[in-house]
Nanobody, 124 residues
Framework: QVQLVESGGGLVQAGGSLSVSCTASGRAFSTYVMAWFRQAPGKEREFAAAISLGGRNTRYADSVKGRFTISRDNAKNTVYLQMNSLKPEDTAVYYC?????????????????WGQGTQVTVSS
């Protein structure tokens, strides 16, 4: 069992930067693929980024590629999402998720554990 808690959301102007983090409790954080998803009002939850067990491999949605960076610190049981050049359309609740497989998957239903989410709002 893994419990995930996100933090670091907030309000930022377009073009600005923001970092969110997700800390896991429970065992064996390093055995989970970690990912960030986001959900805007009235829209389905969508994939943003994923990172492999050791952090060597990453995968990004086209909409965030080149602007967002996912990273992890297994010693701290934490995964991060650094968001730069933010746009109003990045406004959403951001969720971290953990997957027991070793694949960098993009479908929410493939993930086993979820955090409660943190709000990111980008003003124009």
């Amino acid at each position: 069992q893994v419990q995930l808690v996100e933090s670091g959301g907030g309000l930022v102007q377009a073009g600005g930067s923001l970092s969110v983090s997700c800390t896991a409790s429970g065992r064996a954080f390093s055995t989970y693929v970690m990912a960030w998803f986001r959900q805007a009002p009235g829209k389905e939850r969508e994939f943003a980024a994923a990172i492999s067990l050791g952090g060597r491999n990453t995968r990004y949605a086209d909409s965030v590629k080149g602007r967002f960076t996912i990273s992890r610190d297994n010693a701290k049981n934490t995964v991060y999402l650094q968001m730069n050049s933010l746009k109003p359309e990045d406004t959403a609740v951001y969720y971290c998720a953990a997957d027991r497989s070793s694949l960098l998957r993009t479908v929410p239903g493939d993930y086993d554990y979820w955090g409660q989410g943190t709000q990111v709002t980008v003003s124009s």
